[in-house]
């Protein structure tokens, strides 16, 4: 198992196994008596369609039916026989077009939205297809190279940016100047350093090495540690010097302590990729490493909302999928409830308000917009490509995120102050010509 999507070979992107659900099947009795009366409203719905075979509405129902109870391919074959009845039913080429994607096949899904758009009903459907196209607010590249870059972090006055990029053949840390617009290489060695982090209080950046780790093993299976480098001496700490991964420091707003991810405590015998990661917290110099979570699953991606008493949100699969969790009080309260997709990677903007995320609910990995108790989630980007590992500005009127839009991985940011107008009927379709010509 890839590590809550942190541990990352960037060209494959992030593979991941669920743990199984933890929900309780009701009664033999009760599901026998719900699987009978599916069944029966079923039978009733074939029993209209066999009477009325030209009526849209007794299939679309059908199809509802279908989707309720996860027949997804009946329900598709069901739109299918609708459609071949009346191609223009643009209501009915919509929902087919929705759950195609959902079902992953992009191809049919946007070919029913290009056809929807160029019929009659275009207009009335362009406010529900656009977003699913187009960001929500302006997006420019910030770091774009021939080589992948990843994990981008403002510096506490956002003028510069943080960041690693693989540099031949393995990852290295960056600092790019947003004044001067030059990079500089912060780290220059054959081990892999990986999420970088600023200090919010001093000149002082944490982030992962596996240049303890001397084994002649491929990249997957190499340990990894927490470290801490002066920015103006460049001396150099190792933090968390054990026989386990660490990995994915943060900072707390104060400075003081570093919350971070290990398996240390996963004393299993199986292989490295399947052993459980949970939360830790240290005093920036190391110092008293406490474990904050306690289960047998994958929690990650943790961001500190305050001091040490203050609530952290992080992901987990400890539910089936990954999602977005709260430990306030030595209690865990879940955020985001998605049981067929993953939702990863939480940062909390600076006045406590919003949290983004990256999520796979509509197909592929998107960045989303939440307020910290799970309510008002918003998608904000729109695109075929993957964008992952969203962070807020200083200011919090802008969002840093790494994408593959551009066929590399480069860092990208958002500004949440200005939003994409809704585009024309051809803006759209032209590009869903272009996802299409790109499948």
């Known amino acids: 198992m890839l590590k809550n999507f942190m541990i990352i070979a960037v060209f494959g992107l992030f593979i991941m196994a669920g743990c199984s659900g933890s929900r309780q099947s009701g009664s033999s009795e009760s599901m026998s008596d719900t699987d009978a009366a599916v069944q029966e409203r079923i039978a009733d719905l074939l029993e209209k369609i066999d009477d009325e075979p030209n009526n849209i509405q007794w299939r679309m129902d059908l199809a509802n039916e279908y989707r309720a109870n996860g027949k997804n391919m009946d329900a598709l074959k069901t739109y299918e026989q609708a459609l071949a009845l009346d191609p223009s039913r643009s209501d009915v080429k919509f929902e087919y077009a929705q759950l195609a994607l959902q079902m992953g096949d992009k191809r049919k899904a946007f070919q029913a939205y290009k056809e929807i758009l160029q019929g009659l009903n275009g207009e009335q459907f362009l406010g529900r297809i656009a977003p699913m196209f187009v960001d929500t607010y302006k997006v420019k590249p910030v770091i774009s190279s021939m080589v992948p870059e990843a994990f981008g972090c403002y510096s506490p006055d956002g003028s510069r940016i943080l960041y690693q990029s693989y540099t031949g053949s393995n990852w290295d840390i960056f600092e790019y100047d947003r004044v001067s617009e030059q990079n500089i290489q912060i780290t220059n060695n054959p081990a892999d350093e990986e999420n970088p982090v600023y200090s919010p209080t001093a000149p002082v950046i944490a982030y992962t090495s596996t240049r303890d780790d001397h084994r002649d093993v491929d990249y997957n299976q190499k340990l990894r540690d927490i470290y801490i480098m002066d920015l103006k001496s460049k001396s150099e700490t190792n933090l968390t010097t054990n026989s386990s991964n660490d990995w994915k420091p943060r900072y707390s707003p104060n400075g003081k302590f570093i919350v971070f991810v290990s398996e240390r405590d996963d004393l299993r015998d199986v292989d490295l990729l399947e052993l459980y990661c949970n939360i830790y917290i240290m005093e920036d110099d190391g110092s008293f490493q406490l474990r904050l979570t306690h289960a047998d699953a994958n929690d ?5 909302t305050g001091g040490e008493n203050d609530p952290i949100f992080f992901d987990s699969n400890r539910g089936g999928n990954f999602d977005i969790y709260r430990l306030a009080d030595k209690k865990v309260e879940r955020i985001t409830y998605n049981d067929e ?7 909390i903007s600076p006045d406590g308000s919003k949290i983004v995320f990256f999520s796979d609910r509509d197909g592929n990995y998107e960045i ?17 490509a993957d964008d992952t590992n969203p962070v807020f500005s200083p200011d919090g009127k802008k969002v840093l995120f790494q994408s593959n839009r551009s066929g590399n991985w480069d860092i990208y940011e958002m500004d949440l102050e200005l939003k994409n107008d809704t585009p024309a009927i051809y803006e759209v379709v032209d590009i869903i010509d272009q996802n299409l010509s790109n499948m």
Do not use: E, F
């Open 300 to 304: 990650g991606g943790p961001i500190m």
């Open 341 to 347: 997709s993953n939702d990863v990677a939480p940062d």
């Open 368 to 384: 989303y917009m939440m307020n910290t108790d799970g309510s008002n989630q918003q998608r904000l980007t729109s695109n075929l």
